[in-house]
């Protein structure tokens, strides 16, 4: 199958790539630029595993064509830590014991960068609004929604450490 030379801006960082136009963009992240942060939970797109943000809007990588991609800035959960340090949403999901597998965690992470960027005081029902399209199978969600408040909460302090 033929390729195309494309270029993606990814967490920073520009990349050019010879890629299949039908390429998935999960797949060229996964494959190509060994981010595997991103998982493919279903086959159907409805689990929210693969979220990753383009152009700070929450996406599902395993709908989008790469290519679609170019020239916009992509930010996978590899790419949400701060300045080398753990962002806000990172360190409030391990003291909160926000995952059990984690498989499904990168997913929720990207959804609720994006949230606090566009809220900076949601409300319960905006929390669970936006996380509706992530899928866990594991925990009860109690301790996710503990986590995702304490990120917030951080955020708001603008420390961006989780407490």
Excluded at 4 to 20: D, K, Q, S
Excluded at 33 to 43: F, H, P
Excluded at 74 to 93: C, F, M, N, P, W
């Amino acid at each position: 199958m033929k390729k195309e030379l494309i270029e993606l801006r990814v967490n920073g960082r520009t990349y050019e790539l010879a890629i299949e136009s039908s390429k998935l963009l999960l797949d060229v992240l996964r494959q190509d630029l060994d981010l595997t942060g991103s998982k493919r939970g279903c086959d159907e797109s409805s689990c929210g595993a693969c979220t990753v943000l383009v152009d700070g809007i929450p996406m599902l990588s395993c709908a989008l064509l790469a290519a679609s991609c170019e020239g916009q800035e992509i930010t996978t959960v590899e790419g949400v830590s701060e300045h080398g340090s753990l962002a806000a949403i990172q360190k409030a999901y391990g003291d909160w014991g926000g995952s059990q597998c984690g498989f499904c965690t990168p997913g929720f992470m990207m959804t609720v960068k994006h949230l606090i960027a566009e809220n900076d005081e949601p409300t319960d029902a905006d929390i669970r609004a936006a996380l509706s399209g992530n899928l866990c199978r594991c925990t009860g969600y109690e301790q996710m929604y503990q986590a995702i408040k304490s990120a917030i909460d951080a955020e708001r302090r603008g420390s961006g450490v989780a407490q």
